[in-house]
């Protein structure tokens, strides 16, 4: 099968995430199908000044055939049919409304009618939630949504490696989420056990001693 992923952006604030997670799928040759909500497009303006819709405003022109682009209502597009064939789609930053949406069976928009394919068809969905707190709905919506077969990857990167930047950061995540496509990369997102660390005596560094 020809390499594709599917990416739903919505308006949930991380559009980091969403064009470094694009270049390392356009990078690696698979082609990249994307879809925005009206949110969405608006959050790529506000927060990395990009004002077109476009593969080459969002990659430049080295990837931008690599990509894509779907409008957010059209409901002939190939990644609203069941035999669109692809890897796994990606709705990053995925807003709550979109995912309660989701949950509830709604399909009002294109990324809700392509997500609601991969729940039916058994094709891997990554919701990557960016929004906090959460409301009680959000949290049923997440546990409905994993009983139908969905993977929950909120957006809230670790801090093991011992990050310098925001760049680290949005890397941290981005690589999870490569991961969860099965894709090979080289992000420092691995954690090497406590063996490779020294041996840290908590009495000297006044760690507690007991989980007490």
């Not at 399909?107 to 990557?128: D, M, N, P, Y």
């Not at 993977?151 to 990167?157: C, G, H, K, T, Y």
């Not at 969860?180 to 006044?206: C, E, F, I, M």
């Amino acid at each position: 099968m020809h390499h594709r992923v599917v990416i739903g952006i919505t308006g949930a604030s991380g559009a980091a995430y969403t064009i470094r997670f694009m270049e390392l799928l356009a990078r690696l040759g698979i082609e990249v199908h994307v879809a925005a909500s009206a949110m969405g497009r608006r959050l790529l303006f506000e927060e990395l000044d990009i004002r077109h819709f476009t593969g080459e405003a969002m990659l430049g022109p080295e990837l931008a055939d690599q990509v894509v682009i779907h409008t957010t209502n059209d409901f002939g597009a190939t990644i609203s049919s069941g035999s669109f064939q692809h890897d796994g789609m990606v709705i990053l930053p995925c807003s709550s409304n979109t995912l309660n949406s989701i949950a509830a069976g709604l399909t009002g928009t294109l990324i809700q009618r392509a997500a609601a394919v991969c729940l039916k068809e058994r094709r891997k969905l990554v919701i990557a939630h960016r929004e906090s707190p959460l409301s009680p709905i959000d949290i049923e919506s997440m546990s409905k949504l994993n009983r139908a077969g969905a993977i929950i990857a909120p957006l809230s990167p670790g801090f093991y490696m011992l990050p310098k930047t925001l760049d680290d950061l949005v890397d941290f995540m981005v690589g999870r989420l490569m991961d969860q496509l099965g894709y090979d990369h080289k992000l420092p997102v691995r954690w090497k056990g406590s063996a490779d660390k020294q041996d840290v005596n908590p009495t000297a560094s006044g760690l507690p001693q007991s989980d007490a």
